[in-house]
């Protein structure tokens, strides 16, 4: 793509982004929320394809549907109101928590215009796309592995937990074990 | 890609949505009345356009929007002929992948949006399907895609101008049918969307012009997973005498009729018995076929 096209995506896209990503916290609806999350992440993934980073590009609108779309199931499921037609603040501590913010965006701006990146595109065969592979699939491996199975367990975990009865599931009344006899 | 392929892409998907409106005539026994089709269209544009009792608007005026857009952009991502390839990524099969995955919040959208009980749980009917049925569709993609060693679907046709890839992987064909036939929200995997369930389901509440966009983005839809189908499995624009254009035009709508007639034949099943076909037969089937794949690329195509 020519330097004009990738600027026609590539601001739109951003500034896009941006707004989309500050209107998940002023919405109270979960289902918009989420929705919002993913056409922001959505617009991340088109800004890689404006970058000429096809795969990652690709890679990210195709995975950030399922992943958001389960978050929003994750969020109306554990949400009292997850329409949000109580009206809800989704921001906590919002003097702390945006000076933090604002010095970790400004801290990642300086460095990715401080950095001394590279000018030309590496060739599939230079030793450094090797050296990458074998540290993905060599040492790393074990923490992906880690990582994807803590995330599994913890959904498994999360629908037990929200799912009616709880972890001890439905039981006979007046067993004492259920939280149907909490309530009674 | 040249800056005339972005219409000639919304030229194909009109003109492919009336063809698939016919095919729908057809397998239903009916006579063939185009005029009917157009007229039916014109009607809805002509409807006034009325609102649920209490709807979410962002969500449920985005939501045929979505879906337009994620049925043309996989439409986008089909390879005609060697010459007409509409968006011609390294990694376009899983474009294709990425574009029909925006079908599910396009629906979630379009059910919560409407704010109605019955459309709500269509809406979470199709997450919960589609998150059993993308795993199989993203499977066999990878599948087809080893023995080109590209995910070009151009490099895939490529690479079957001996032998369409329905005969070596059948296998992968069997797996990916179903699971395109879900992502188009056709029957027997419709049971978000019917007018039978729920009475109506996700789309149910739409009228006027935006049910028109619903009604046009479906048959988008089945179009592109169609010709999809016939670039990826049957050998897309190779066959003899005829022109090549005609070869992916003749395969697409072949596609396209067994799919609307399997639809009518097979029994709707209710949505855990589908989603047990999906995390029982089709996922562990599809993580055999890459295997199977592989072993098929090391013997036969190195």
Redo the contacts between chains.
């Keep these: 793509m020519s330097a004009l096209g990738t600027a026609l995506v590539f601001w739109p896209a951003a500034i896009l982004m941006l707004v989309w990503g500050l209107y998940v916290f002023r919405t109270a609806?979960m289902?918009?929320a989420g929705?919002l999350l993913?056409g922001a992440l959505?617009l991340e993934?088109l800004l890689f394809l404006a970058l000429a980073s096809?795969?990652l590009g690709?890679?990210m609108?195709?995975m950030m549907?399922?992943e958001?779309?389960?978050m929003?199931?994750f969020m109306v499921m554990f949400m009292s109101d997850p329409?949000g037609l109580m009206g809800m603040d989704m921001t906590h501590d919002k003097r702390r928590s945006a000076a933090l913010a604002a010095a970790i965006g400004i801290g990642l701006a300086v460095l990715a215009v401080a950095t001394d990146w590279p000018g030309a595109v590496v060739s599939p065969d230079a030793p450094d796309v090797q050296a990458i592979g074998y540290e993905v699939m060599g040492r790393s491996m074990f923490s992906f592995l880690f990582a994807g199975v803590t995330i599994l367990f913890a959904m498994v975990g999360g629908v037990l937990l929200a799912k009616e009865g709880g972890r001890l599931g439905l039981a006979e009344p007046g067993d004492g074990t259920s939280r149907r006899d909490e309530r009674t | 890609m040249s800056a005339a392929t972005p219409f000639a892409i919304l030229l194909v998907a009109l003109a492919g949505a009336g063809l698939v409106a016919l095919l729908e005539q057809a397998v239903a026994g009916a006579r063939l009345a185009p005029a009917a089709i157009g007229a039916a269209a014109a009607r809805r544009l002509r409807e006034p356009l009325t609102l649920p009792a209490s709807y979410d608007g962002w969500l449920y005026h985005g939501a045929p929007l979505l879906l337009l857009l994620a049925a043309v952009a996989a439409l986008a991502t089909v390879p005609w002929t060697p010459g007409f390839r509409g968006i011609d990524l390294d990694s376009g099969a899983i474009l294709f992948a990425a574009a029909l995955a925006y079908v599910t919040p396009a629906v979630f959208m379009a059910g919560w949006g409407s704010g109605h009980p019955l459309a709500v749980v269509g809406g979470f009917r199709f997450v919960a399907l589609m998150l059993g049925f993308a795993m199989p569709l993203a499977m066999v993609i990878t599948a087809v895609a080893a023995p080109a060693e590209s995910l070009r679907p151009a490099d895939i046709v490529a690479i079957q101008a001996g032998v369409p890839m329905a005969l070596v992987q059948p296998y992968s064909l069997a797996l990916w049918l179903p699971a395109v036939m879900a992502v188009a929200l056709m029957p027997p995997f419709d049971t978000a969307t019917a007018s039978e369930e729920l009475a109506g389901g996700a789309f149910a509440r739409y009228t006027g012009p935006e049910a028109a966009i619903v009604a046009l983005a479906q048959r988008v839809l089945v179009l592109a997973v169609s010709g999809m189908t016939a670039a990826l499995f049957l050998g897309g624009w190779h066959g003899p005498l005829l022109p090549d254009a005609l070869w992916m035009v003749l395969k697409t709508l072949a596609v396209a009729a067994l799919l609307l007639w399997a639809g009518r034949r097979l029994p709707r099943l209710e949505t855990d018995r589908l989603l047990i076909l999906a995390w029982k037969v089709a996922i562990p089937g599809s993580i055999a076929a890459i295997v199977l794949a592989a072993l098929t690329t090391l013997l036969f195509y190195r």
């Design positions: 609806s289902a918009r929705l993913l959505g993934g096809q795969f690709v890679l609108i195709l549907s399922g958001m779309i389960i929003v199931f329409g």
